[in-house]
């Protein structure tokens, strides 16, 4: 089991940065992937930024790479969503999420456990 918490969240002006947290608590953390995902209103949640156990291997949704980094420290059971040059469209409530694999993935359905997600609002 994976508990999840971030935090982080608020509101931004265009090309702005905020930097997420996601808390994990559960002895399994430093052998899950763990990835980032959005939902905006009224829309699916998606796929942002992904990293391995390792913090050796990351993967990027196109309309956020070169502005999003993904980074962890297993030590302290976080992993980070660094974000740069943000735009309206990066409006959405953002949520962390642990696989039971060491392997990163991009579907939802990969993902076994979520926090509870955290708003980011990016105003033009």
């Known amino acids: 089991q994976v508990q999840l918490v971030e935090s982080g969240g608020g509101l931004v002006q265009a090309g702005g940065s905020l930097r997420l947290s996601c808390a994990a608590s559960?002895?399994?953390?430093?052998?899950?992937?763990m990835g980032w995902f959005r939902q905006a209103p009224g829309k699916e949640r998606v796929f942002v930024a992904a990293i391995s156990w390792s913090g050796g291997i990351t993967d990027y949704a196109d309309s956020v790479k070169g502005r999003f980094t993904i980074s962890r420290v297993n030590a302290k059971s976080t992993v980070y969503l660094q974000m740069n040059s943000l735009k309206p469209e990066d409006t959405a409530v953002y949520y962390c999420?642990?696989?039971?694999?060491?392997?990163?993935?991009?579907?939802?359905?990969?993902?076994?456990?979520w926090g509870q997600g955290t708003q980011v609002t990016v105003s033009s």
């Open positions: 559960g002895r399994t953390f430093s052998s899950s992937a």
């Open positions: 999420a642990a696989r039971s694999s060491s392997m990163l993935a991009r579907r939802s359905s990969s993902y076994a456990y």
